[in-house]
């Protein structure tokens, strides 16, 4: 079946530094690549999406990079602040909509 | 927040009982999904409904169902509930076609206890 996995499973970055999430999948029909926040409690918010057309998108802090050849897109987060602690996921999309296990992502003061 | 609601927020049953949980879309949104995320795990796709007609399915067993209204809101409904089952549940709504592209609105969830 199709795969898709996340890494670090688990992420400390001191505040003001950066941090990177890499999702790799194996559906070669995949065509929408996004990020989603989820805060303890919270219901998971997308924060940034790249379609197959496009290597890299950019919003503020958050960048997303794809490739479509190796499979695989990553979350950049630069200048980590506080509010930045949550699990993050990927979930591509091709045939089927799968998500990743989820990176937590801890922002140390 | 999106505008996305569900109902209800929290739920206890026992093992054997069948439940339905609702979910109202988005102004303007024709496709809802649902997931099912057990605690410490990410969202598990369950099936997606447009324009009231099942358009998708994961790897969920038959006794997982649900239904979509002309309105476009939806209900879930899981039959012979086992302990398994407790988990949150997301439904997420997008618009278009019904393919794979639209950005999806998740709701809050419902928290399923089963005891």
């Known amino acids: 079946g199709e795969n898709v996995e996340q890494h670090p499973s688990t992420l400390s970055v001191q505040e003001g530094d950066s941090a990177v999430i890499k999702c790799t999948y194996s559906?070669?029909?995949?065509?929408?690549f996004p990020w989603y926040k989820q805060e303890l409690g919270k219901r998971p918010q997308l924060i940034i999406d790249i379609r197959s057309n496009v290597g890299e998108k950019k919003d503020q802090r958050i960048a997303v990079t794809l490739n479509k050849t190796a499979k695989h897109f990553s979350l950049h987060i630069t200048e980590t602040q506080p509010e930045d602690s949550a699990v993050y996921f990927c979930?591509?999309?091709?045939?089927?909509?799968?998500f990743g296990k989820g990176t937590r992502l801890h922002i140390l003061p | 927040e999106t505008g996305v609601t569900q109902s209800p927020t929290h739920l206890i049953k026992t093992r054997g009982q069948q439940v339905t949980l609702r979910c109202s879309s988005q102004s303007g949104h024709n496709t809802v999904s649902w997931y099912q995320q057990a605690l410490g795990q990410g969202p598990q796709f369950i099936f997606q409904y447009y324009r009231e007609e099942e358009n998708g399915r994961g790897n969920f067993p038959p006794r997982f169902s649900g239904l979509q209204f002309p309105n476009y809101s939806s209900e879930l409904n899981v039959n012979a509930l086992e302990l398994d089952d407790s988990a949150l549940y997301l439904c997420?709504?997008?618009?278009?076609?019904?393919?794979?592209?639209?950005?999806?609105?998740f709701g809050p969830g419902t928290r399923l206890l089963v005891l």
């Open positions: 979930a591509p999309r091709g045939d089927k909509i799968i």
């Open positions: 559906d070669s029909a995949s065509n929408y």
């Open positions: 997420a709504s997008s618009s278009g076609t019904g393919g794979g592209e639209k950005t999806q609105y």
